[in-house]
C-alpha cells in the first residue's frame, strides 16, 4: 500500500504564502524521488517541483523558481512545498506523487490533492 496525504492548502492573496505537505507511507524505502504537480481548471496536470530522498537533489518548473521551494525531512516521511510571492495563475489542485526518476515529471503514485487558490 502506498498513502500520500496532502495539506497545507487554502485561499491567500496574491503576493502571499502557502506551504503544503505530503506523509508518505507505505513502501517508502525503494522510492528515489517525490513530487509535486498542479491542475488547474480546463488544464492538464504540469509538473511543479520535485527533490530525491538521499542528497536533496531538486527540481523546478520554470514558472516556480525563484518562488517555490521544495523540501523534505526524512525522519518524518514529509515532502514540503513552500510557495512564496504567490500569483492568481498558481491557482490549481495540488497533487503530491512519487515520481519515476530520473524522469521526474512523471509519477508513479498520486495523492488526493490540495486546493489552493490565490485572489488577485
Known amino acids: 500500500q502506498v498513502q500520500l496525504v496532502e495539506s497545507g492548502g487554502g485561499l491567500v492573496q496574491a503576493g502571499g504564502s502557502l506551504r503544503l505537505s505530503c506523509l508518505a507511507s507505505?513502501?517508502?524505502?525503494?522510492?528515489?524521488?517525490m513530487g509535486w504537480f498542479r491542475q488547474a481548471p480546463e488544464k492538464e496536470r504540469e509538473f511543479v517541483a520535485a527533490?530525491?530522498?538521499?542528497?536533496?537533489?531538486?527540481y523546478y518548473a520554470d514558472s516556480v523558481k525563484g518562488r517555490f521551494t521544495i523540501s523534505r525531512d526524512n525522519a518524518k516521511n514529509t515532502v514540503y512545498l513552500q510557495m512564496n510571492s504567490l500569483i492568481p495563475d498558481d491557482t490549481a489542485l495540488y497533487y503530491c506523487?512519487?515520481?519515476?526518476?530520473?524522469?521526474?515529471?512523471?509519477?508513479?503514485?498520486w495523492g488526493q490533492g490540495t486546493q489552493v487558490t490565490v485572489s488577485s
Open positions: 506523487a512519487v515520481v519515476r526518476f530520473p524522469q521526474i515529471a512523471t509519477a508513479a503514485y
Open positions: 527533490i530525491t530522498w538521499g542528497t536533496g537533489s531538486a
Open positions: 507505505g513502501r517508502t524505502v525503494s522510492w528515489t524521488a
